[in-house]
T-cell receptor, first 114, second 112 residues
Framework: GQQLNQSPQSMFIQEGEDVSMNCTSSSIFNTWLWYKQDPGEGPVLLIALYKAGELTSNGRLTAQFGITRKDSFLNISASIPSDVGIYFCAGQEGSGGSNYKLTFGKGTLLTVNP | DTAVSQTPKYLVTQMGNDKSIKCEQNLGHDTMYWYKQDSKKFLKIMFSYNNKELIINETVPNRFSPKSPDKAHLNLHINSLELGDSAVYFC???????????FGPGTRLTVT
């Protein structure tokens, strides 16, 4: 099955710094999604990407769908304390059968020091 | 208005018991999912229903049985609960089989 490598596993940064995390896949995806999970809550969708090369922003967040369709990155600019949480990438082949399933990365735990 | 809701939020039970978790979405989506998140926060798909038809059934013990009475509801019944079933279970929904999935708040199941 597909494997998603998400890095880094954790990050400790100062408030105001920029953050970058990425995911690479062993197979091609047609959709990349980025989620954030706060403690005790469900994952919340941040950005959805549907085309190779696509660059999409949501406030201070920017994500890109890699040209090879095997990778994606998420940048957070000017981090603030409420950015703390676990960020997950997820990819979907979307070509039929169980390929519709989302495969999740193992998450990046972000800690922001005020 | 809550988009994807689950009940209960917490479930503590003993080994061998049978329990159910309920999920409802008011987004008008036609596809719903159950995910399991383990203690290391790894999220894994268990089941997916599209228009009440089971379309994804990952390698999950037979003790887990999903049921979708209609497009807006997806329940998960677990028989003969085991210690290893302790986890957070998330329901999610999407407009179609492809694309953005929206998650519920989760049900934390603890088996003692």
């Amino acid at each position: 099955g597909q494997q998603l490598n998400q890095s880094p596993q954790s990050m400790f940064i100062q408030e105001g710094e920029d953050v970058s995390m990425n995911c690479t896949s062993s197979s091609i995806f047609n959709t990349w999604l980025w989620y954030k999970q706060d403690p005790g809550e469900g994952p919340v969708l941040l950005i959805a990407l549907y085309k190779a090369g696509e660059l999409t922003s949501n406030g201070r967040l920017t994500a890109q769908f890699g040209i090879t369709r095997k990778d994606s990155f998420l940048n957070i600019s000017a981090s603030i304390p409420s950015d703390v949480g676990i960020y997950f990438c997820a990819g979907q082949e979307g070509s039929g059968g169980s390929n519709y399933k989302l495969t999740f990365g193992k998450g990046t735990l972000l800690t922001v020091n005020p | 208005d809550t988009a994807v809701s689950q009940t209960p939020k917490y479930l503590v039970t003993q080994m061998g018991n049978d329990k159910s978790i309920k999920c409802e979405q008011n987004l008008g989506h036609d596809t719903m999912y159950w995910y399991k998140q383990d203690s290391k926060k790894f999220l894994k798909i268990m089941f997916s229903y599209n228009n009440k038809e089971l379309i994804i059934n990952e390698t999950v013990p037979n003790r887990f049985s999903p049921k979708s009475p209609d497009k807006a509801h997806l329940n998960l019944h677990i028989n003969s609960l085991e210690l290893g079933d302790s986890a957070v279970y998330f329901c999610a929904s999407s407009q179609s089989r492809v694309g953005e999935q929206y998650f519920g708040p989760g049900t934390r199941l603890t088996v003692t």
